[in-house]
């Protein structure tokens, strides 16, 4: 009885206690639940066939995945929608499964049901919120301790699980606890600069496939990639299903007094965060079955996120209607709709921003233990790396609201197809969304999430955070440097890094011209051959590709004249850095200096909030290029 009562406790975060098992005749069933399953009222002694409700009749084809027989032990992360009636599932719920195999001929009891010589079985949690990251420690060694017994008559241990996880999950689920099963690092380091590039088609609510292997590593690549929206991996609750509509049930505009109590939490809820990008049509499945295929091909079903191990589901994609395949092996995406790339292409800011992110990621990256940076330290961290695309994400809905406070959308409109070029700060009233992509931006202004963002969110948000693009800026030597020092890296040319680090280093006052031509120029240059953005279609508009051409020419010619021009001029490059140098100091004198606007203190300095600003990351002071 007491069982039966914590699961049906609102405070408690875990909902049900299953096992799979793969039957020679049936193929995956469940063959334990606890608490029990509707129309089973009395808690089980042994395993048995359970029949499902028909909501959850996919589950042990998602406990048990294709190729679970390949490892001996591997996860799955899945969603199940609700079950009417049943107070277990009120809502989606949010399943691990940890799945092993031992041999027959070791079991100490044999049941009539076994017949082959492996038995293959995965223990379930289903939670209310996904806390996949503490889950796994206790599930693995729970499973480990069960298949150790080498008896599947012994149920006791699984009535302890479920006790001990409502004992521990119990009450509100603090950020850690929630971002513990995400890898940021692991993200950047294998998706790098495309990294922003998959937010922004989630933003866009378009069709996902992550494809590969393991599963647990697939999974994981799809949550990380959710949670760099501030807010939504506490906002699954219409994730299970197309069908599923809660969002606008409790929504309300929020006004500024909330930020009262100054915390950080106030503030994105203030910004009308998290953006929603699952709700009523979307589809999100970390790991998803043949089972389900027919649910991605669903008139019901607008946009979707899953992932899959099976090649089956993108050699039908006209059935499913993919978008994007994004392939967690080789870190490429391939763009089935080739409208799409020229959408969530970045701009040189975007551009900027990432590269020096990839190069934090890179220059900390440990091999024995990816997950945290080199000497343990912040700088390259989840939790930097959050920061920052937190960052990234207020400021763009802060510069929504500042165009359209100030009458900028028709002219952002009339924009939309302009050169996108880095602006300065001399304008005060700048146009600050031509640095996040005016294709994307219009694109994004007609999906569900940015309607309804704008309908509840406050107009003065862009007073408490500042506009702008956080890769905004002149370009500087640094930021070619870290473009070419990552390209370098993916192709493991040390020396020719390590020589062309050197030459941009003294090669300032040479190229101080065309910085925005030398950028392009330098990303088609490295892309030239790259397969990391792949369209199924080879054919493109003859202008298009004559564009294409002439960038990588300019692009090459720039190089080639460069190198030469290092060749026979190093000393002139050391004279002209010390000139460059000298009047860059008389420009800044004291009596130059600029003076911080009174109207400045009304906004909150986002460098405070998250500890990766350049106060307390202390960057050299960098020679900027002139036009």
Known sequence: MEQALLSQDKDSQIAAILVVGFHHAYGPIVEFCLPPLPDHQANQTSLEKLELPEEWSFLPFLALPDGAHQKDEDFAYFHLPPVPGWSVAKTTLFGISCNRQIPTKDLLVKTPDITRSI????????AKQPIFGPLRQKLAMITAAWFNQRDFTKLEILYNLYNNLNSTFYGPIDDSTLYMGTSLRELVYKFKSKTLMLLKLLLLEKRLLFYGYPVERLCTFQYSLTSLIPGLLRNLQDAGAPELDTSDEHRTMIEAKILSDGTKESLLKYMGLPLNVFEKGSFFQPYIPLQQI??????????????????IFFHHKSDTKIDVLVNVETGTLEFYNQQLVSLVSPTIADRRWMENIVKVVNDTWNTNDPSRPLQNTYLGSDDYLRARFEEYVLSLLSSVKHAQVHNMMDVIYEDSNSSEEIMTDENEEHNYLTDYGMKWLKAWWDTNNFRKWN???????????????PGMGNLSITDLQNTLANRLRDLQLKPIRNTLSKAMSGGAKAVSSGRSKLMKGVDAFWNEGSTDVITTSPTASSSSSRE????????????????????RKSKEFSQAMEESVSDQHNRHSPANSSTQSVDDTAFVDVAKMYPFTKSEIKQPEEKILDV
């Open 548 to 567: 294409l051409e002439t960038t990588t020419q300019q692009a090459g010619r720039l190089f080639s004249n460069f190198s030469s021009f290092l060749t």
């Open 455 to 469: 309908q509840y969110t406050d107009h003065e948000i862009y007073e408490i955070v500042e506009p702008g693009h």
């Open 294 to 311: 027919d649910m991605l091909s669903s008139d019901q079903t607008k946009s979707y996120v899953v992932g899959t191990t099976n090649q």
């Open 119 to 126: 038995v293959q079985k995965a223990v379930v949690v289903l």
